[in-house]
């Protein structure tokens, strides 16, 4: 699983799977910083030159926000509307009925959801 903050807020860019952008769009930072560190710690991973991760989700990969809307150009402006306590709910059901998850926190926000993680089950 792989957990972020909120939907990209950029026009064309959020399509519910978080970090991902359709064919097209251009490749958002967060992004390409994600697949700068692939590139240095996965020997022969090629950066692509897409940031749509449909493949990613179809091998497994959940790809989720914190947050699962946002006001278009304004980031997190949907934080206060409850997404955390879904997303918290979403969080503890793969905590007690799967094992051996590796969750990837990325940012704040994120990072904040380990202290709901069984860390003697999972990996983060």
Avoid: C
Wanted: net charge positive; charged share 15%; aromatic share 8%.
């Amino acid at each position: 699983m792989i957990l972020g903050q909120d939907p990209y807020h950029g026009p064309g860019q959020a399509h519910g799977l978080a970090f991902s952008v359709r064919p097209g769009i251009a490749t958002p930072p967060s992004l390409l910083n994600m697949y700068k560190e692939l590139e240095n710690t996965i020997p022969g991973f090629t950066r692509p030159n897409h940031g749509y991760l449909e493949s990613w989700a179809r091998q497994g990969v959940l790809l989720l926000n914190t947050v699962l809307t946002v006001r278009a150009g304004q980031a997190h402006s949907h934080a206060s509307l409850g997404w955390e306590t879904f997303t918290d709910k979403v969080i503890s059901l793969i905590n007690q009925h799967r094992e051996g998850v590796v969750f990837l926190l990325w940012g704040s926000h994120a990072q904040k959801k380990g202290a709901i993680i069984d860390k003697q089950r999972h990996h983060y």
